[in-house]
């Protein structure tokens, strides 16, 4: 390995975007090396300049972007010289690209089978009947079961599972020497994303392809890469081992990242969250000397804001384990608690919301000429399948899920957005799920309130900050004194830790953190009993993340709100909630106290859950649990168990046709599975930690 | 697509169909008496109402109209207040011209503005593309009697020859199918660069090209099926232009279509041709907004299939 060639090496490479408002300075001065078979990973928050670096290799930076300097040699050869007919043969033969919306990279005017066909059929003199056997074996590589329907398939006729398989086959057809893999997994679920994210791994190994991984999410990284690169502001700030880097990282920012993600150790109240103050620079605002100066806590004046800083060899650790700080060997990033410092845990008070026997069908009318022949035209779907859960006050419950589990269905039921079909849902002693918002009461609307995903969607645009939130308090009829009023607003913005001067911002002038303030400040105006978060974190950076997480968890415990935690983030909800609610295609599987779920007996599907959520802590173990398949439409779904089509402890045809029973494993703790308990309770756990204090330390073995 | 869906569709047109021609029979109703107009001002006023009562305009607007659509559904479109033939006989008659020059004039938009279109959003930015938005801007901006005059003056200092006298010669055709298309062309290029311009923007385009998939591929099996969709819909709504433009067209170069006989017509109040060809052409343009819907299941797979 020592003295092989690398692959792919890029040497100083600058680049830049020229807009109307001049020069955008997006990547400086970027060294990397690809080794044989060697999995390289790029980790760093939203707009660092990831995709930038990958589309450089591709050599193609679209209308707008070119490559200032440096080179990037491909087995030797510098690809920016070579001439368009060069690149052209490299691409797609020696260099494939799988990129991060599987559905937008695939055409949807034209068939699987033309798109992927045409890679052979372009670099090789092959017939197509040839290129047809080789693309039916590479599905069948990548898992798709009936290569032949898939490739008579149209993409829309896909899952986002399949058209992502698709596209790694597609980019794996030619057996390149290097793959680049730009956030190949985020657009879909936790399962399917394990799923893939072994089958590239596997596929990998077995033709020995390089591969550059690009995430924002430190745990794939960890579970993918055996080498990491750390971008911050358009610069590597740090590149080591996984094992050195994981373990030891030296750089106050890598330090600051592993402070903001939840790690199976962390706990709101003993070890909450610690996040990195302040936000990516943008290229053309970056700071004199250290770019991460303004957001470091180890900033010296006078040093750190002096010459720009040069990656510097660490010392005591792996050969190839460098950062970018002057001051790596003298601040004890060790000594220090990572987490932040411990507060008191609330107090749980008197029941606030029970949910019993609720249920929401949807009717879908299917038009097609089939349906109105055979007479089957109206189907329902189930987004909501007899639940049943209490909160109280102060208490945190997540409901957790993927993609079509029903849990937005759920929330919109409870805002009044929808109604329920059956059952009753009763909040402060009132039923309300056949109460559509329009009826409610001001008061009711204010006591129940909804911070969204998208903080983008939910701001008027053209309304200032002040103007909007003082609208939703004269709405929830709190105050009607203009000067009340707008001392109101200014103490919100003080509870949500934003500058009093935002009242007069407008909606674009935020960055997408401070509009999720803006949102949690709207939703808190109303001194709310209960505050549904649907993912209210998902769009956002880690760093921004975790200290919206902590806001949020900061108010609740003032004001004593229940929260309503709706995440697909097993990681965040083990760390912030006090209940748990798993669902499945529109079923509760196990709900139960955090501990419980979080420990045997689990069910089957929390645990494939746990397991598929990637740990960026290389100290905690983790067996592996790999579901086969897609989550089934929830217009058809199983007859039996809803998880019977995908269950890795299916026991058989009860499975299949006969609904699960609700099983009470501890007081307040039901598993909704065939299997009996005492059988569910000799389950190994699926995540061992071994001992908190040793989480960073220093390698003990040093090479030099 | 769905039958509901194209159940919806006919039925729409068929309303609309039916307020355009209840709209022209109001109106043309309502603008005086024709007998008044058709009959020698000399004329006695015994002849005028002779005239008045054997065509039914004595009769009340309401019992004109149910008169008119009883006809209409038993096939009947009426006379020439004129000549005393059936209108369909000689509206028919002018139809092949008109065909002939609208085709002509469509298939000019089609193989002129498209590729134009294309041009200037593969060479975005470049010269060609400048000048093909500037021509195009200046096509669709320009009136289309006043290019036809201009074009009639060329082609006279020009060739010598005076076009515009109403006989069939090459050159009476495809000057007014210029004139014509020209408008078409203008609208259409614009229209096809800034389709094609977001094509090549999507994320399957760059995935194409890190294929390694050739230049020529990319933009022919890549990019233009998908910049097809929206361009149809626009052909579909052009042709309706074409129609309208046809009537101003023919007149200004006197060629002998239907446009000419409609201003002919309404020159002269002859209610049943103006009627008939209020019909033939809403029908045309209903049947062509049916005829692209269609189309779009043949063009976009995401319809077709489900
Ligand atoms: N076409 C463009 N024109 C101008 N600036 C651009 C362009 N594309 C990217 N940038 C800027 O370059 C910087 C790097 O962008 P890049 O897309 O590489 O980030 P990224 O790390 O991939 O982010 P993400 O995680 O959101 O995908 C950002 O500041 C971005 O705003
Ligand atoms: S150089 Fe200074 S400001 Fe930059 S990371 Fe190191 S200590 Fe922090
Ligand atoms: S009931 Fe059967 S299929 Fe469902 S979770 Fe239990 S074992 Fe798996
Ligand atoms: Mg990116």
């Given at each position: ?121 372009t670099h090789e003199s092959i017939s197509v009947d040839e290129a047809r056997q080789r693309t039916i074996q590479i599905l ?565 | ?279 033939m052409v809403a029908s045309t343009m209903t049947a062509v907004n049916l005829m692209v819907d269609l189309l779009y299941l ?9």
């Open positions: 390995m020592e003295n092989q060639s690398p692959i792919l090496d890029i040497k100083n490479l600058c680049i830049s975007y020229y807009t109307r408002a001049g020069e955008i300075p997006a990547v400086v001065d970027f060294s990397l090396e690809v080794k044989q078979g060697e999995t390289i990973g790029i980790v760093g928050e939203s707009g660092c300049g990831k995709s930038t670096v990958a589309m450089a290799i591709m050599q193609h930076m679209g209308a707008n972007g070119g490559i200032k300097s440096g080179s990037i040699k491909f087995k030797g050869r510098d690809m920016t010289q070579m001439s368009a007919e060069e690149l052209r043969q490299l691409r797609g033969s020696e260099i494939a690209m799988i990129y991060q919306e599987p559905f937008a990279s695939l055409n949807p005017s034209l068939k699987i089978s033309t798109q992927l066909m045409e890679v052979p059929l069948a590589d990548v898992k798709l079961p009936d290569p032949e329907r898939i490739l008579n398939s149209y993409p829309h006729q896909l899952s986002g599972g399949q058209q992502q398989r698709v596209v790694i086959a597609m980019g794996l057809l030619s057996n390149p020497a290097l793959l680049l893999l730009d956030e190949p997994t985020t657009a879909l679920d936790v399962t399917v994303e394990a799923g893939i994210v072994k089958l590239i791994a596997d596929i990998s190994k077995k033709y020995g392809t390089s591969q550059i991984y690009i995430s924002h999410n430190l745990g794939l990284i960890l579970e993918t890469c055996d080498r990491v690169f750390v971008m911050y502001s358009g610069e590597v700030v740090e590149e080591g081992t996984i094992d050195s880097l994981f373990t030891w990282p030296r750089h106050p920012y890598t330090h600051g990242l592993f402070g903001c993600i939840p790690l199976p150790t962390a706990d709101k109240n003993a070890a909450p969250l610690k996040p990195i103050r302040g936000q990516l620079p943008l290229p053309f605002e970056r700071p004199q000397g250290c770019y991460f100066g303004p957001r470091c806590d180890h900033f010296v004046q006078g040093r750190c804001d002096g010459e720009h800083v040069e990656m510097e060899q660490i010392k005591g650790s792996a050969a190839d384990h460098r950062a970018r700080c002057l001051r790596w060997n003298e601040i004890e990033i060790d000594a220090e608690i990572p987490e932040g410092a411990a507060k008191a845990a609330i107090e749980v008070g008197k029941r606030v919301l029970e949910v019993k026997k609720m249920k929401k069908y949807y009717e879908v009318v299917n038009n097609s000429f089939n349906a109105i022949i055979s007479g089957n035209r109206v189907r329902q779907v189930k987004a909501n399948e007899e639940l049943n859960f209490i909160a109280h006050e102060g208490e945190t419950v997540a409901i957790v899920g993927e993609s079509g589990c029903g849990k937005s269905t759920f929330a919109k039921v409870l805002m009044g957005l929808e109604t329920g079909t059956d059952g009753e849902i009763i909040h402060k002693g009132n039923e309300i799920s056949e109460i559509p918002v329009k009826s409610r009461s001001s008061g009711q609307i204010s006591s129940l309130q909804m911070v969204f995903q998208n903080p983008f969607d939910t701001l008027n645009p053209s309304q200032t900050i002040g103007s909007q939130i003082s609208r939703v308090i004269k709405m929830f009829d709190i105050e009607k004194n203009k000067d009340k009023i707008y001392e109101m607003v200014m103490k919100l913005l003080d509870t949500v830790k934003l500058p009093r001067d935002f009242y007069y911002r407008r909606p674009r002038q935020l960055s997408g953190g401070q509009k999720q303030r803006i949102g949690i400040a709207r939703a808190f105006a109303g001194n709310p009993s209960m505050v549904i978060a649907d993912e209210p974190v998902s769009a956002l950076d880690v760093s921004v993340a975790a200290a919206v997480t902590e806001l949020l968890m900061e108010i609740q415990r003032e004001h004593k709100t229940t929260l309503l935690f709706i995440s697909h983030d097993l990681s965040v909800v083990r760390y912030l909630s006090d209940r748990v609610v798993v669902m499945y295609l529109g079923q509760i599987m196990e709900r139960g106290d955090t501990d419980q779920i979080f420990s045997p007996p689990y069910h089957p599907y929390t645990e494939a859950l746990l397991s598929a959520v990637p740990i960026a802590d290389p100290e905690v173990n983790k067996r592996e649990i790999v579901l086969e398949g897609n989550i089934p439409s929830p217009l058809n779904p199983p007859k039996g168990c809803p998880f019977s089509t995908r269950c890795h402890r299916r026991i058989g045809e009860i499975c299949d046709s006969q609904p699960p029973p609700d099983q009470l494993a501890a007081e307040r703790h039901v598993i909704k599975c065939h299997i009996p308990l005492e059988e569910l309770e000799k389950i190994e756990p699926v995540i061992s930690i071994p001992d908190a204090s040793a989480r960073i330390r220093k390698p003990e073995t040093v090479s030099q | 697509m769905n039958a509901q869906f194209l159940l919806g569709k006919i039925i729409r047109s068929v309303i609309t169909l039916w307020i355009t021609v209840s709209l022209a029979f109001v109106l043309l109703r309502l603008a005086g008496d024709p007998a008044e107009a058709l009959i020698p001002p000399d004329a006695g006023p015994e002849v005028v109402e002779y005239y008045r009562v054997k065509w039914g305009f004595d009769k009340p607007i309401h019992v004109q109209y149910f008169k008119y659509f009883g006809a209409l559904v038993r096939g009947d479109f009426g006379f020439s207040l004129h000549t005393g033939k059936p209108v369909h006989d000689i509206v028919f008659q002018k139809v092949p011209n008109t065909l002939l020059l609208g085709g002509t004039a469509f298939l000019i938009a089609l193989f002129v503005g498209i590729p134009l279109g294309v041009l200037a959003a593969l060479k975005r930015n470049s010269l060609i593309d400048r000048v093909v938005m500037s021509f195009s801007v200046f096509a669709f901006a320009m009136p289309n009697f006043f290019f036809g005059l201009l074009l009639i003056l060329s082609a006279a200092m020009i060739f010598h020859t005076f076009v515009g006298a109403g006989e069939l010669t090459f050159w009476s055709l495809i000057l007014p199918a210029c004139t014509l298309g020209l408008a078409n062309v203008g609208s259409l290029a614009r229209f096809t660069r800034s389709t094609v311009l977001e094509t090549l923007n999507k994320p399957f385009m760059a995935a194409a090209l890190a294929k390694g998939v050739g230049m020529s591929r990319r933009i022919v099996h890549h990019a233009l099926p998908n910049a097809a969709i929206p361009i149809v819909t626009l052909l579909g709504l052009s042709l309706g232009g074409l129609i309208a433009g046809s009537v101003v067209t023919e007149t200004v170069f006197g060629w002998p279509g239907v446009g000419s006989l409609l201003i002919r017509a309404v020159q002269t109040r002859d209610l049943g041709v103006v009627q008939f060809i209020v019909l043949v063009i976009d797979p995401r319809i077709r299939v489900k």
